[in-house]
């Protein structure tokens, strides 16, 4: 039966990612810069810490996909995590922006531990949200839409923080309080909206059959074709966006030209509109066209704009700079609600195709496919930016402003073009989706899903 969401329930729902994604925003654009021009730390040295958490989240990830599939309450098997892991979650956030120690090892430590802290609170709260999806409604066009108003949604959230950090750090005296200030605010608002999240979404879709043993799932995914494709994509793309948000806000200070707090705020919120109008537009063109072209074809057009801007914008253009930092976010956002709500549906495919429930361990190993792309991402930035010449102290020579735009925008071109290139071998469109589930589930699936020729 056909679950209509009432706007309610889809704000709710999009509420859940504005917490979560206040986390992903300030380890991907913010985290970074901290670590190198408030705590004091080496590019290289702050990528690796990036790289040593996400590694972790090679354990916790998929432990708490199976942990969903094993255990429910009379909420469900997502809700009630959102509850247990919505306080210490914020008050990760602000730990995550506080420097503690006078050595530089004690420093590193600390950023370490406290980083560690914030990704497992992450997870607890990431992969049962990113669960629900699949159990808020089984309507395929239900889960886009509630993807579009997720999305913009957690960009409103990013807007406020990549807008209100920077300019609050830049205006202020000191620039260590200012974080810490910042993100105990920042912190408790993600802990009132995940709770409005748990509290205002239902879990429809019960499934009654026991969870899968570990080993069966492991079979389940590794027979899972699409499910490896999208994984293999999440990798990829997340490696090019974290690479463009990591030096998002060095490139505007250094290369735009951005001098004082307003103009940072300005730059940077261009990244977060760019978030809240790309998959706006992903709603009108997937209504229109097939959404697997869609997200391909988006893929393609984020690589020629990135080159665009690249080839385009000189050091110092701040407006020009600034008005490609827009388009480049707008359409390289245009595939995040079909991402996203593929990830249920390849889900789906492999129950179909194996007979075997692996999704909470899919879930669980998609969360991590997305963190090892931002962890890789880590290593490739601070490396990158040693090559350059890039220091966190003093003046920037000419050639590591001009390498901040080819780090900016050339090297994240060159993984979108990888992630197109990728989805040419996804086919799980709406139309292949509805078909499947109709002829190709009977008892728990035992029908094989076929491609289409």
């Known amino acids: 039966m056909t679950t209509r969401l009432s706007v309610l329930e889809k704000s709710a729902y999009g509420a859940g990612d504005m917490a979560l994604t206040i986390s992903i925003i300030s380890a991907s654009i913010l985290i970074y810069a901290f670590l190198i021009q408030v705590v004091g ?125 920077p300019y609050w750090v830049t205006q202020g005296s000191d620039a260590r309080s200012s974080y810490a200030t910042a993100f105990a605010v920042v912190g408790a608002v993600s802990v009132v909206i995940m709770l409005f999240c748990a509290f205002n979404v239902k879990e429809r879709v019960i499934t009654t059959t026991p969870a899968e043993p570990l080993r069966r799932q492991v079979k389940g995914l590794l027979q899972n074709d699409q499910w490896q494709i999208i994984s293999l994509a ?30 940072i705020a300005i730059f940077m919120s261009m990244g977060s509109v760019g978030g809240i109008l790309g998959p706006l537009i992903s709603t009108w063109l997937t209504r229109h066209y097939c959404k697997i072209k869609v997200f391909k074809y988006s893929m393609y057009g984020s690589a020629v704009m990135s080159l665009l801007a690249w080839w385009l914008v000189g050091a110092n253009s701040f407006w020009s700079a600034t008005f490609f930092y827009l388009l480049c976010s707008v359409v390289s956002q245009i595939n995040t609600p079909i991402l996203w709500s593929s990830i249920t549906e390849a889900s789906d495919y492999g129950l179909c195709k194996t007979g075997i429930d692996a999704s909470g361990l899919a879930i669980g ?72 589930m109709q002829n190709g589930r009977n008892d728990q699936a035992t029908i094989l899903c076929e491609k289409p020729q």
């Not at 008050?91 to 406290?114: D, H, R």
């Not at 997340?238 to 990591?246: A, H, T, Y």
Request: glycine share 10%; proline share 4%.
């Open 41 to 165: 730390l080496s590019p290289v040295d702050a990528g690796w810490i990036l790289m040593i958490v996400r590694t972790i989240d090679a354990i916790s990830d998929p432990l708490m996909g199976i942990l969903t599939s094993k255990f429910r309450t009379r909420l469900g098997r997502y809700r009630h995590w959102l509850m247990i892991g919505a306080i210490p979650f914020g008050i990760s956030l602000w730990l995550l922006f506080t420097s503690f120690g006078e050595t530089y090892s004690q420093k590193m430590a600390w950023s370490t531990g406290v980083y560690i802290f914030n990704s497992l609170a992450f997870t607890v709260l990431a992969i049962p949200y990113i669960s629900l999806i699949g159990v808020i409604t089984a309507d395929p066009q239900e889960r886009l839409n509630a993807n579009a108003f997720r999305f913009p949604m957690a960009k409103v959230a990013t807007l406020i923080v990549s807008t209100f950090v």
């Open 234 to 263: 999440m990798v990829v793309l997340f490696v090019g966006f974290l690479v463009n948000g990591s030096v998002a806000i060095m490139y505007g200070k250094e290369f735009a030209g951005a001098t004082d707090g307003y103009g």
């Open 365 to 436: 190993m998609i969360s991590f496919c997305q963190k090892f792309g931002m962890g890789i991402a880590g290593p490739i930035t601070g490396y990158l930016l040693v090559w350059v010449g890039y220091t966190s102290e003093g003046a920037q020579s000419a050639s590591a402003i001009a390498g901040l735009s080819w780090i900016m925008l050339l090297v994240p071109a060159l993984f979108y073009l990888l992630t197109g290139l990728i989805m040419h071998f996804y086919v799980i469109n709406n139309v292949y989706y509805s078909a499947m």
